[in-house]
């Protein structure tokens, strides 16, 4: 078993910034890979980018490359998903999860195995 708890979101306005955790606790070593999604209402839940556990190798959604980054904190096993020049379109509950079996696609939802409750973010024009 796996636990994940998120953490970080909140409003802000367009151009802000924004740094999403997601604590890991449980199982952590066969965890193969980690990965943020996001869902806007109506709309289906987005892959916004993964990592991998022992490379720390990750990929990101053409949506937010250049814009969010990511990294984690192994002795706290807590990763982060720092947002930057965020924008409305950004608005969306945001999710970590965690894949136990590898050579999944990443940005599928059906890959994961554990998933946080979702933070809200909030960006305003």
């Known amino acids: 078993q796996v636990q994940l708890v998120e953490s970080g979101g909140g409003s802000v306005q367009a151009g802000g910034s924004l740094r999403l955790s997601c604590a890991v606790s449980?199982?952590?070593?066969?965890?193969?890979?980690m990965g943020w999604f996001r869902q806007a209402p109506g709309k289906e839940r987005e892959g916004v980018s993964m990592?991998?556990?022992?490379?720390?190798?990750?990929f990101w959604a053409a949506s937010v490359k250049g814009r969010f980054t990511g990294s984690r904190d192994v002795a706290k096993n807590t990763v982060y998903l720092q947002m930057n020049s965020l924008e409305p379109e950004d608005t969306a509950t945001y999710y970590c999860?965690?894949?136990?079996?590898?050579?999944?696609?990443?940005?599928?939802?059906?890959?994961?195995?554990?998933w946080g409750q979702g933070t809200q973010v909030t960006v305003s024009s």
């Open positions: 999860a965690a894949a136990m079996t590898r050579g999944r696609p990443w940005d599928r939802p059906s890959s994961y195995d554990y």
């Open positions: 449980g199982n952590t070593d066969s965890i193969k890979f």
């Open positions: 990592m991998y556990s022992g490379s720390g190798v990750s």
